[in-house]
């Protein structure tokens, strides 16, 4: 049966359409249609809802294998829908790590019944120790990497950046990279700062960031090839991924979408929810990142969705994991930052913007959603396997109604 969304706004980097009507039918939204035809059609009242591009996650966590309670291939597909995603870059670092064409194409025969399209990053060094390389050239050749990286870890090791870009040139690869100094972050817990002071916490300086970044930087001018720099968090790596993308470096970046969202003044309760990496961060860095976001220096906004199981997370806040499941959550936070950055923008910034940084052709794919819809984000409505996040119990405002991805129109029910 062909599906009627009467009065549906579009949403595009220009900005938001007037209503109109669209015709679903044979796997394909439609907008210049015959109306004779849609007699038979089943009629949505779409005046409330808003219509984009299938949206892109540039960075999520999946646990299998190895970590399977923590988040399988299929809970995995279904928050990814449920979210408003068609695709995402699935992180390395499961157990064994992504890092040879048996992992590969073990999680590409998994996904493929699902809809969402996964995306496989290849670990450049085994088990992502930084160490010994992995058979890039082999996990391209035989399964069609393009993406490759040490997901959750930084390739701090200046040799293996060298020759890990060096390497990708050969077709075109592109590393994601963590960038951090992993010893002047050690025992790290939270932004070194004035709050982790009056805490009495160990702090991650801005420093193990963006002089990582520097380095990179540096080196990538050295080999040629292409770096996308992920989950940017200080004002002084934004300043230098700006500078050098202005003389011509082949230099993406994008930013976790709770770094707009929180401070380390959040803090101050010890809640093991809002551990990550990196840290939440000052009022200064996030004004760097959202002028970063309007200038085009940082590319894309990801959930940087990292789920974790109740006992590693929920314990003492300098023994629990680094982590926060972002996916179903992505919405609700979209919408607390429309008015300062408006739709155009942000939809800009998990469609086109992630999609011209992955070396491939994705499906066609939408997402549509009411910005308005109230919610409780709980036990029932979860569709990950992991709860940590502090938003967790609580209602939020903005939902996904339905995606249409590999021509199949999805009706999301949370």
Not at 228 to 255: C, M, N, P, Y
Request: aromatic content about 10%; charged content about 20%.
């Amino acid at each position: 049966m062909s599906i009627l969304f009467k009065g549906l706004r579009v949403i595009t980097a220009k900005g938001i359409s007037s209503p109109q009507d669209f015709l679903f039918d044979k796997g394909v939204l439609i907008k210049d249609f015959d109306s004779n035809s849609t007699s038979k059609s089943k009629v949505i009242n779409a005046s409330n809802m808003l219509a984009s591009q299938g949206w892109v996650d540039l960075k999520c966590g999946l646990g299998e294998p190895g970590f399977e309670y923590k988040e399988t291939i299929a809970s995995l597909a279904d928050s990814l829908v449920v979210s408003g995603f068609s695709a995402a870059v699935i992180q390395p670092n499961t157990n064994p790590a992504i890092q040879s064409k048996a992992e590969v194409e073990f999680v590409k025969n998994r996904a493929k019944n699902f809809t969402p399209d996964f995306i496989v990053q290849g670990a450049v060094t085994l088990d992502t120790l930084g160490e010994d390389l992995t058979e890039m050239l082999d996990m391209h050749m035989q399964s069609g990497v393009k993406i490759f990286g040490e997901g959750l870890k930084p390739l701090s090791n200046g040799d293996r950046f060298m020759k890990v870009n060096q390497y990708l040139q050969k077709f075109d690869g592109v590393l994601f990279d963590h960038s951090y100094d992993p010893l002047l972050s050690i025992f790290g817990q939270m932004h070194e700062g004035e709050n982790s002071t009056k805490l009495g916490m160990k702090g991650i300086p801005s420093l193990a960031e963006y002089a990582a970044i520097q380095k990179n930087i540096e080196i990538l001018r050295y080999t040629g090839g292409k770096v996308h720099f992920q989950t940017i968090s200080t004002k002084e790596s934004v300043a230098l991924i700006r500078a050098a993308k202005s003389e011509g470096l082949h230099i993406t970046a994008d930013v976790s979408i709770y770094q707009l969202i929180f401070s380390d003044d959040d803090l101050t309760d010890f809640d093991p929810n809002l551990k990550v990496k990196p840290p939440f961060r000052g009022d200064s860095d996030r004004v760097a990142i959202i002028e970063g976001l309007k200038d085009g220096t940082i590319d894309a906004l990801v959930s940087n969705h990292q789920p974790e199981d109740f006992d590693s997370k929920f314990m003492e806040f300098d023994l629990a994991n680094f982590g926060m499941a972002g996916l179903q959550t992505f919405l609700p936070a979209l919408v607390k930052l429309e008015k300062e950055l408006g739709w155009g923008l942000l939809i800009q910034k998990i469609t086109s913007g992630p999609q011209s940084i992955i070396p491939q052709d994705l499906q066609e794919s939408w997402t549509i959603f009411d910005p308005n819809e109230v919610w409780e984000y709980n036990q029932k409505s979860n569709k990950s396997l992991a709860a940590n996040n502090p938003w967790f119990g609580k209602e939020l405002t903005g939902l996904v109604k339905f995606v249409i991805q590999k021509g199949q129109l999805i009706h999301v029910n949370v």
